[in-house]
């Protein structure tokens, strides 16, 4: 298990609907849709030297996640920022810092299935845990996947919703390989994410990723892609298998939680790695960060 328990945050304080709450006290109600049906949509955010990284890429994203289901009275991006702020502030947390924003739809008036049952309006969570990047200077090992990844007629992946349980069934193939991620195909068999990154790969000097038909389009993926654009980097969408990635001259994962991650096996094949456009491309990353250019400070 990569993460770990971190004994700073034995104390923390998580905002729960405009409060403030000990970790151990900080609860929500039986009737609240995120224990009636995984009915939430929510974000993960990093803070790097008193700056919150891409913050406004991730509220217009979990706005959109909301408006796609139909939540009502959501609150505004103003009203969820100063609750960030107000959070991070109460708990001296000004850097190495990871927080999950989650969206209910809300309490409802009784057990139940239908929306309409939620007539109090969205409930607004903010845990801020002291968090270093899970992958950093790891080398990744995965598996593929029994599960495919959600199809938009299924559940479009570009809602970016609590209900995770095929990524968490196919966390549990890789735990049960004893690897870290699992990668998740389409239903067309093409590689389409892990279970909870999105992937990339070099082969002669280009990077490719998959199209974002059936994976979410990560912040982080996105900010990589603009990196290689701005540097005169190649870079390419396209449907990708599993047999370009197995002869992939390097394989890499993108994701908030783990920056940018070195895949160095699939499925026991190792990846006979070649040049150094990772590393460069991770230089570039880490300059964009301390540049504070996508930054909002407090």
């Known amino acids: 298990m990569i993460q770990k328990y971190d004994k700073r945050n034995d104390n923390i304080k998580v905002w729960i609907d405009n409060k403030l709450y000990h970790r151990n006290e900080a609860k929500i109600s039986v009737f609240d849709s995120l224990v009636q049906g995984g009915d939430g949509v929510w974000e993960g955010i990093r803070v790097y ?11 217009n994203r979990l706005q959109e996640s909301a408006r796609s289901m139909d939540f009502k009275n959501v609150p505004n991006n103003k009203y969820i920022k100063d609750a960030i702020i107000c959070t991070l502030k109460e708990n001296s947390m000004y850097d190495d810092v990871h927080i999950r924003v989650t969206l209910s739809r809300g309490v409802k008036i009784t057990s139940g ?14 845990l801020a845990e002291w968090k270093p990047p899970i992958y950093k200077s790891l080398e990744l090992k995965l598996i593929t996947s029994n599960i495919r990844r959600n199809s938009p007629l299924c559940l479009d992946s570009k809602i970016h919703h609590n209900n995770l349980i095929n990524n968490i069934l196919a966390k549990i193939e890789a735990n049960n390989a004893n690897v870290d991620d699992a990668i998740m195909l389409d239903f067309d068999g093409f590689v ?29 993926r996105g900010l990589v892609m603009d990196i290689c654009k701005l540097n005169n980097i190649s870079i390419v969408e396209k449907d990708l298998s599993l047999t370009e990635f197995y002869n992939a001259d390097q394989v890499f994962t993108t994701g908030t939680m783990g920056e940018l991650a070195n895949v160095v096996e699939i499925d026991k094949r190792k990846i006979n790695i070649r040049g150094n456009l990772l590393n460069d491309i991770r230089i570039l990353f880490s300059e964009l960060i301390l540049s504070k250019e996508f930054s909002f400070p407090f």
């Open 49 to 59: 030297d008193r700056h919150i990284f891409c913050l406004d890429k991730h509220l």
């Open 113 to 126: 299935m239908n929306p309409e049952l939620n007539q109090m309006g969205c409930s607004l969570i903010i």
């Open 192 to 220: 389409s994410e892990t279970n909870s990154t999105n992937i990339f790969m070099i082969k002669n000097s280009i990077i490719y990723t998959p199209f974002a038909k059936y994976c979410l389009p990560g912040i982080t």
